[in-house]
């Protein structure tokens, strides 16, 4: 098994590059404060709940797109990882922005939706998007070789039924 950077598609890097941008947030971004004077903000790991299991794999998902593609030679893996992460990150896309619109409480108290909140729904959208246009895009690789030839198959068939008369 090689591992070729040539097998990856721009929607894989792109996968990648925004997984690893939501898995920061999840941890390290502040998603929700409370209403209340001098609250901290809490990060997306402390305020989704069980959601936030389904961010994590979302964004480890779109992470794992680039090494589970560039070391496979057939497109199936890349087109299976689109189909889990748009189903995924869809669901997750929806959840959140109920969150962002209704925020939960918190520390009993009101929920106040700031910066992070914002950007991981827009980054669970762009995952669900990316790989939506990943799967439309079946092609392997960004450089083909222009130097193969090109089949045109009703060329063959006429030569061949040429030939056998």
């Given at each position: ?9 721009s ?11 939501l898995l920061?947030?999840?941890?390290a ?8 004077p ?13 959601v ?7 964004a480890l ?6 090494p ?5 030679r ?15 990150a869809?669901?997750g896309f929806v959840?959140?922005l109920?969150?962002l619109?209704?925020?939960?409480d918190v ?7 700031v910066?992070?909140?914002l950007?991981?729904c ?10 939506l ?10 450089n083909p070789?222009p130097s193969a ?5 009703d060329?063959?068939?006429h ?7």
């Amino acid at each position: 098994m090689s591992f070729r950077l040539g097998r990856l598609r721009s929607e894989d890097y792109f996968l990648g590059i925004l997984g690893a941008g939501l898995l920061w947030l999840l941890f390290a971004g502040d998603w929700l404060k409370s209403d209340l004077p001098n609250a901290t903000p809490l990060s997306g790991w402390e305020t989704l709940g069980i959601v936030r299991w389904l961010l994590l794999a979302v964004a480890l998902l779109a992470v794992g797109v680039i090494p589970a593609t560039a070391a496979r030679r057939s497109a199936s893996t890349a087109l299976a990882f689109d189909v889990f992460l748009i189903v995924l990150a869809g669901l997750g896309f929806v959840i959140v922005l109920l969150n962002l619109i209704w925020p939960p409480d918190v520390l009993g108290a009101t929920g106040v939706v700031v910066r992070g909140g914002l950007l991981g729904c827009a980054l669970v959208g762009l995952i669900a998007a990316t790989a939506l246009m990943g799967l439309r895009n079946e092609s392997r690789g960004n450089n083909p070789d222009p130097s193969a030839p090109v089949i045109d198959a009703d060329q063959a068939a006429h030569d061949a039924h040429s030939l056998g008369q």
